[in-house]
């Protein structure tokens, strides 16, 4: 009998090589490694940073080497994958020791090995998941999907919420375009609500910005806002502000309050805060498509300083 030979076993080597593929969208699951986070995200490659760049979790900011953020399911398919070439390979060489003795003779014994095909172990396949949030990075055009909405890009690392505020805020503009072709009672709607919109985005961009550095502040009232960015960051988001433009925010992000809360009908707060010559207790406010157009101008411009004070960009 030859001597054994696990040839087929040695062929395969020390290392594998089991390519990962991106789903029918285009986009490669990826799982954030620390244990706390284990965020599940997606990127596509090819559309973001050139080259070998970290990979950075768009969800608690960690970042490392590309490689480890396979998810839990690729590691499995892989092992799986090398599992199967393994003991395929086994199997051949096993198979490669059989042999088969006929009896000889009246009282001869035969004698035989077979090698049975066992049940060979599944591949184990898997399908990347839906996602809430498809963004493409304005700052390296990578196109990913998160959970949520707000997040740090995997490739560039930039935090998206300037982004999704500019994204917002074009939303609001887009329902005044509306409101200028829209009958009276409509337009009115129509503007109110930009307002609505404008103020509650500035609000949840703020909120997150501020939950980046462990502080809770709220941004539907500018006033109060301002003072409490000054007092835990040290900075003032309206320093790039006309006295004038500032007075236009005080007053429009007041009848917004007014709208949500009073049905658009002045009350006491509001000529204490708004600073509002034309308003009357107990009438309603008015409010025009060019003060909500001056509104997110402004409101864009507040939130590039809020970004710059709060997440500047790393060096
Ligand atoms: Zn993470
Ligand atoms: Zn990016």
């Not at 970042?63 to 480890?68: D, I, L, N, P, V």
């Not at 963004?135 to 890009?153: E, H, K, Q």
């Not at 609001?172 to 409101?179: D, M, N, Q, V």
Request: charged fraction near 25%.
């Amino acid at each position: 009998m030859n001597r054994f030979q696990p040839t087929n076993l040695r062929s395969l080597g020390t290392q594998f090589e089991i390519p990962i593929k991106p789903d029918e969208d285009g986009y490669l699951g990826r799982e954030c490694p620390i244990k706390e986070c284990l965020g599940y995200f997606k990127i596509t490659p090819g559309t973001g940073v050139k080259g070998p760049a970290p990979c950075h979790c768009p969800y608690c900011g960690n970042s490392g080497e590309s490689r480890t953020f396979f998810t839990q399911e690729q590691i499995e398919y892989a092992r799986s994958i090398v599992l199967r070439k393994v003991t395929d390979a086994i199997h051949k060489d096993l198979k490669s020791l059989e042999f088969e003795h006929k009896p000889q003779g009246m009282f001869g014994i035969g004698i035989s090995m077979k090698v049975q095909a066992s049940a060979r172990l599944p591949i184990r396949y898997y399908r990347e998941k839906e996602l809430e949030t498809a963004i493409v990075c304005d700052s390296c055009t990578l196109r990913y999907a998160i959970y949520g909405v707000f997040g740090w890009c995997p490739d560039c690392g930039v935090h998206n919420s300037l982004q999704i505020l500019a994204k917002n805020l074009e939303l609001a503009r887009k329902e005044l375009t509306l409101a200028a072709s829209a009958e009276a009672e409509l337009a009115n709607h129509l503007i109110g609500d930009a307002l609505e919109n404008a103020v509650s985005a500035f609000d949840g961009f703020g909120r997150e910005l501020c939950a980046r550095k462990s502080a809770d502040i709220r941004f539907q009232s500018v006033l109060g806002a301002r003072r409490k960015v000054q007092d835990t960051f040290g900075f003032d988001f309206a320093d790039g502000l006309r006295p004038d433009e500032w007075e236009c925010a005080c007053r429009v992000f007041q009848k917004r309050h007014l709208l949500a809360h009073k049905m658009g009908v002045i009350d006491e707060d509001y000529l204490q805060k708004a600073n509002d010559p034309d308003a009357v207790l107990g009438r309603r406010i008015r409010l025009t498509e060019g003060e909500v157009q001056s509104a997110i101008t402004i409101v864009e411009s507040m939130g590039r300083r809020l970004f710059a004070g709060i997440l500047p960009p790393t060096p």
